[in-house]
């Protein structure tokens, strides 16, 4: 959608914000004639964005034109090293090259790999740098089927908690963003809403200008902990403790929704008799709370309507987190919070976007790969063990012999960074990455290939925070040489000498795929049968169906009716975990890597290795206009003093915070930001450390209870002054 400007010399392009962050907000850019973007700007039409944009992206014209982007192909020299290389130096050992040369020799590189170890000896590593639904994944899906590659189960993020919603509501629904502003009371759950969900900031303000409280529950102190009426420091990894300890109470008292309850649910009696082991008094011992605590929450809770709950995903990162998820989803269940407007919960509003994933990914290509049928399944939290071989056995296939990265920093971001780092490191493995800027893991590359901001390529775009698909427009050109990943997977295919017609689909076909465009124009997915292509280009955003008219029918998911689970009530007991052998109850069972673990009489500190709040994982943390945002915390290991006294260490100290996997040289700041027995530090680019790692360098590849996801938040460390 293109605005009037001001100026006939201006522009005004609609695109969307592509990064993971559940608020995906509508972007205006202001483009000069030259063709230069000089401006970027919220969208003031977009109810959620309401026109203004986070601290990270309102800068986002520095990351487009930093002078350090990568613009051309590049290939390493004749006998660098891989390895991490100093910033700015990194063409001392690349080389530019055209992209017909970068292109024809990554696919005859791929071809000899397939030939020689299998197809599924290539692996494709990405995730979320950009959601939108075309660069996300699309034609790099295509490819990889039809090649026959491994598949990548993306676990990191978000599996264990949109595994455990599942099972309690059979979709990922949750209640409308904006509806929080009438709730009275507000129960955000290891929810940074104030860092990372700052959209929805503006309807917790006017909630509480209406009277609601804020209470926020999180081992650190968040910057919307700092804001809340109530912050409760619980220890990590014990959120599955808490939430049994409040349905113990709520039952206990007769203060659950009853008829709620028999209408909507399955499974009340077994949760009942679940619930009575988790006294108080038990809970507190876990949590670090104190059972008037405990018992003050849950009524609090259950006594206030329309009560909203916000849970992110931090919850479900440690070994119980899914069990944890699972638990906490059923409290607006059990109150029947969600029969009014203003309650119930929201993890992710993802499940209302209905894209038709078989056009757009065409899963069926891998019956015309080498293989004949669907590859192997690798989990991505376990890159560590996958590329150093430990991962890999002849009963689940050939080594992994080459890896494609693309949208993820895994040099960064993956657990156990010391073992995936030698993997990357290995000569035999053949790496390509995809990317803007020289990371962490472009330093093991073999190509490098320049990739695009969501100003330079069209696409589509739903959200896991509000419920209104968008059209991303290109606003700019690509700088040098830049290309999106459809273009770049389309000309692999054609180079491989694919001959399926789908790998020449433009990106404006490819959104008419994933609309699901019929006859008539319009789309055939469900919720979307009202949108077409030319209302999103005019309009630029588009409530889903359920959504186009709240004033007249407010769109509350679990107010009344079926729900998609098996029993088609919302499940406090699972039958499917039961027939699979497994709990199907949430309980609390400690993490083997907690301060009840073995290893805590060798490393007896919890560790908690944050998000930064003016980075988006890894990305932006380059930049130095967000460096000097973020420098007030990072590089830093924050403590509390009782854990800092009797180890010789004061607030400032060069400190040494260390476990089998690794160890990382901090400072600490002694603050009063995470309980007694809890340090935390920030994530980084390993490069930009005097150490040269990250807190990955501390955390494991064990994954979670259900969703088999990554354990950020389940790890032990000792800290000695340095």
């Not at 676990?155 to 709730?183: H, P, Q």
Request: proline share 7%.
């Amino acid at each position: 959608m293109s605005h009037a400007a001001t100026s006939p010399a201006l522009r005004v392009i609609h695109t969307v914000c592509s990064h993971d962050c559940p608020d995906s907000c509508g972007v205006l850019v202001t483009v000069n004639a030259e063709g230069r973007a000089v401006k970027v700007q919220g969208d003031p039409a977009h109810p959620f964005t309401q026109g203004f944009l986070c601290g990270k992206v309102a800068k986002y014209l520095d990351r487009v034109y930093a002078p350090e982007r990568i613009l051309y192909p590049l290939k390493r020299k004749p006998g660098a090293p891989k390895g991490p290389q100093p910033r700015g130096r990194e063409h001392d050992v690349f080389e530019r090259v055209s992209w017909d040369e970068a292109l024809d020799a990554i696919a005859a590189r791929l071809k000899q790999i397939a030939d020689t170890h299998g197809p599924e000896s290539i692996l494709p590593y990405s995730y979320a740098g950009t959601i939108g639904v075309l660069g996300y994944g699309s034609m790099d899906r295509r490819f990889f089927h039809r090649l026959g590659a491994s598949r990548l189960d993306r676990t990191i993020c978000s599996e264990a908690g949109g595994v455990a919603w599942n099972l309690v509501y059979g979709r990922k629904l949750g209640m409308v963003s904006e509806d929080f502003r009438l709730a009275r009371l507000i129960l955000a759950w290891g929810a940074n809403i104030h860092g990372n969900n700052i959209h929805l900031w503006p309807m917790i303000e006017q909630a509480r200008r209406n009277g609601a409280r804020l209470i926020v529950i999180d081992p650190y102190r968040t910057r919307t902990a700092a804001l809340a009426d109530w912050h409760i420091p619980i220890r990590p990894g014990t959120d599955a403790a808490l939430a049994l300890g409040m349905m113990h109470v709520i039952l206990n008292e007769g203060l659950e929704d009853r008829a709620y309850i028999a209408a909507m649910t399955h499974g009340s009696e077994q949760l009942a008799e679940r619930a009575r082991e988790y006294t108080p008094e038990r809970v507190a011992a876990w949590t670090g709370m104190t059972a008037a605590e405990v018992e003050q929450l849950a009524r609090e809770y259950a006594t206030t309507q329309p009560a909203a709950l916000r849970m992110n995903y931090g919850v479900q990162r440690c070994e119980n987190g899914g069990t944890a998820a699972r638990a906490i989803a059923m409290l607006p269940a059990l109150t029947g919070a969600w029969k009014y407007r203003g309650g119930g919960a929201q993890l992710s509003t993802s499940g209302g976007f209905a894209w038709n994933r078989q056009a757009l990914d065409r899963p069926d290509l891998a019956l015309a790969s080498p293989l004949g049928r669907p590859a192997r399944l690798v989990n991505m939290s376990n890159l560590g063990r996958a590329l150093t071989g430990l991962g890999t056995t002849p009963h689940d296939g050939p080594p992994v012999k080459a890896l494609f990265v693309y949208n993820s920093n895994p040099g960064a971001v993956a657990p156990n960074q010391n073992a995936v780092r030698r993997g990357l490191a290995r000569q035999d493995l053949f790496t390509v990455v995809h990317e803007l800027f020289f990371t962490d893991t472009t330093d093991y590359a073999d190509y490098i290939l320049p990739a695009t901001t969501f100003l330079e390529h069209t696409d589509v775009q739903g959200a896991y925070g509000h419920y209104f698909v968008q059209l991303s427009r290109q606003a700019i050109e690509p700088p040098g040489e830049a290309r999106p990943n459809v273009w770049l997977f389309g000309q692999l295919a054609q180079r491989m000498g694919f001959p399926e017609a789908c790998f020449r689909d433009t990106p404006e076909e490819m959104i008419r795929q994933a609309l699901g465009i019929g006859p008539d124009g319009r789309s055939t997915n469900p919720a979307m049968e009202h949108i077409t292509l030319e209302d999103l280009e005019e309009q630029g955003h588009i409530p889903l169906a359920f959504h186009c008219d709240p004033a007249q029918q407010p769109f509350q998911p679990y107010a009344s009716g079926t729900v998609p689970t098996p029993s088609g009530k919302i499940e406090f007991y699972s039958e499917e975990l039961a027939a699979a052998g497994l709990d199907p109850l949430p309980a609390f069972h400690p993490a083997e890597e907690s301060r009840w673990g073995k290893a805590a009489a060798r490393y007896p500190l919890e560790f908690l290795s944050r998000k930064a709040d003016n980075y988006m994982n890894s990305t932006f943390a380059h930049l130095e206009g967000h460096r000097k945002m973020e420098a007030r915390c990072g590089g830093l290991l924050e403590m509390h003093a009782d854990d800092a006294r009797p180890r010789g260490i004061a607030d400032g100290d060069p400190v040494r915070v260390f476990n089998d996997r690794g160890s990382l040289r901090l400072l600490a700041r002694i603050n009063g930001s995470v309980p007694r027995g809890v340090v935390a530090a920030r994530l980084d680019w390993a490069k930009l450390h005097p150490d040269g790692g990250n807190v990955n360098a501390l955390t494991s590849e064990r994954l979670t209870d259900l969703g088999a996801g990554a354990t950020f938040y389940s790890v032990l460390v000792e800290v000695a002054r340095a």
